[in-house]
């Protein structure tokens, strides 16, 4: 299983928000690039870079930090955060990205996001499932829609979508562990999937049994910064 250590970006400075909630934000570090560096080192290969700004203000907005990040180590960067227009993908990929990770779009405008699919190639989009009682939420968590996580991903996945990462928002930011229980169902009816867990990882344990039920990797924010887990206990992974 990999580890894939998380860094949110508030006026490109690391942050972390509880709950996708603004008014609830720590500053971690001013300089997202010694963050990045930070993990590099320490054996991580790849980073999940989430523009909390490009998000609020429905276009690409912290690509700059994107840029001095790739630029400066050889991390594989899944980059998302308010990528609505073609032109978002374009500054995305162009900027270093290896994935452009797409949510709301993919739930929005389905037309859109499979026009990108079928231009760029599935292989360059993260699908990001942004999940409260198996149903996809959107809109920075704010508004629960009918669509049943299973229906988008088996959807997605039709048309070639391979790389997905689910996030429990009733979980995120809090440290009370992971969805094991909706991760281990999705990885059993989508057994081909690269499937990410993000969302509640609040100690080693927790990656452990994350690993155990299967999944090809883990998204670590909040319990990094926090120090309830060490980056030489994630480079075990």
């Not at 996030?167 to 281990?184: A, C, N, W």
């Not at 993000?198 to 120090?227: N, W």
Request: proline content about 3%.
């Amino acid at each position: 299983m990999q580890i894939i250590p998380a860094i949110d970006l508030i006026d490109g400075k690391c942050v972390r928000l509880t709950q996708g909630d603004y008014s609830q934000k720590t500053i971690y570090n001013e300089n997202p690039v010694e963050v990045a560096k930070s993990f590099e080192a320490a054996g991580l290969t790849r980073l999940h870079l989430v523009d909390l700004d490009g998000a609020k203000a429905g276009k690409v907005t912290n690509w700059k930090v994107l840029e001095n990040i790739a630029s400066s180590t050889e991390l594989i960067i899944d980059f998302g955060g308010g990528i609505k227009t073609e032109k978002d993908v374009e500054i995305v990929l162009g900027s270093g990205a290896k994935f452009a990770t797409i949510g709301s779009i993919a739930v929005k405008n389905e037309t859109l996001f499979t026009d990108w699919i079928q231009k760029y190639g599935p292989s360059q989009f993260l699908l990001g499932a942004d999940v409260k009682n198996t149903l996809i939420t959107i809109g920075g968590w704010l508004e629960t829609t009918n669509l049943s996580v299973f229906d988008f991903i088996d959807k997605y996945q039709k048309i070639g979508i391979q790389n997905v990462f689910c996030t429990d928002v009733s979980k995120d930011g809090l440290l009370q562990g992971p969805s094991l229980p909706l991760y281990t169902e999705i990885i059993h009816k989508f057994p081909e999937l690269y499937f990410i867990a993000s969302g509640g990882v609040s100690s080693l344990e927790d990656l452990i049994q994350l690993k155990a039920i299967g999944c090809s990797a883990a998204i670590v924010g909040k319990a990094i910064y926090e120090g309830k887990v060490t980056l030489k206990e994630l480079s075990q992974f």
